[in-house]
T-cell receptor
Framework: AQTVTQSQPEMSVQEAETVTLSCTYDTSESDYYLFWYKQPPSRQMILVIR??????QNATENRFSVNFQKAAKSFSLKISDSQLGDAAMYFC??????????FGAGTRLTVKP | KAGVTQTPRYLIKTRGQQVTLSCSPISGHRSVSWYQQTPGQGLQFLFEYFSETQRNKGNFPGRFSGRQFSNSRSEMNVSTLELGDSALYLC?????????????FGPGTRLTVL
């Protein structure tokens, strides 16, 4: 079964600094998609970034980038120049063509001014 | 475009009752997925509907059911409520539910079972 593991329940970062959130997953499939979702205190989940497993190039979206290591089944999220508005729960998620979305337990990110 | 809306936002029920939650997807989206979010179990997939048909189902008892209407609006129903059903129920819509389609989440319905 596909599982997603986020080993950091909580992380904190100073405003304007960089932070990396970790995610590992377990799968036997070769074609799948990985996501990072953000859930601010208002509770509405927002997609931050996505990565297709067949793409070797790491995805980037402005201050957000990923380090995708397919062989290691690792998918970390780097947030550069952290802002107060980045404070939220971050969920790593996995989905293949044959399965529903599987989420990690989440990492609560605090941004200190 | 209006985002995904869920009603009601908050609900309090007692054990044994049943409840119906509603989700209106983004206009043009035909796939609606439901998730249960609890502190202990995290985010768990309930089911997905596409074109009024349940296309995928998670590992939940039969007390959890859903349906989708011709306008893509979806409802989920939980019968014989248990204390453990207290959770935030999220729905998400996407164009066609393909892995390449971005899922847009609603604000959720907070269900409390007393």
């Amino acid at each position: 079964a596909q599982t997603v593991t986020q080993s950091q329940p909580e992380m904190s970062v100073q405003e304007a600094e960089t932070v990396t959130l970790s995610c590992t997953y377990d799968t036997s499939e070769s074609d799948y998609y990985l996501f990072w979702y953000k859930q601010p205190p208002s509770r509405q989940m927002i997609l931050v970034i996505r990565q297709e497993a067949y793409k070797q190039q790491n995805a980037t979206e402005n201050r957000f980038s990923v380090n995708f290591q397919k062989a290691a089944k690792s998918f970390s999220l780097k947030i550069s120049d952290s802002q107060l508005g980045d404070a939220a729960m971050y969920f790593c998620a996995y989905r293949s063509a044959h399965n529903d979305m599987r989420f990690g337990a989440g990492t609560r990110l605090t941004v200190k001014p | 475009k209006a985002g995904v809306t869920q009603t009601p936002r908050y609900l309090i029920k007692t054990r044994g009752q049943q409840v119906t939650l509603s989700c209106s997807p983004i206009s043009g989206h035909r796939s609606v997925s439901w998730y249960q979010q609890t502190p202990g179990q995290g985010l768990q997939f309930l089911f997905e509907y596409f074109s009024e048909t349940q296309r995928n189902k998670g590992n939940f008892p039969g007390r959890f059911s859903g349906r989708q209407f011709s306008n893509s609006r979806s409802e989920m129903n939980v019968s014989t409520l248990e204390l453990g059903d207290s959770a935030l129920y999220l729905c998400a819509s996407s164009l066609e539910g393909r892995p390449t389609d971005t899922q847009y989440f609603g604000p959720g319905t907070r269900l409390t079972v007393l």
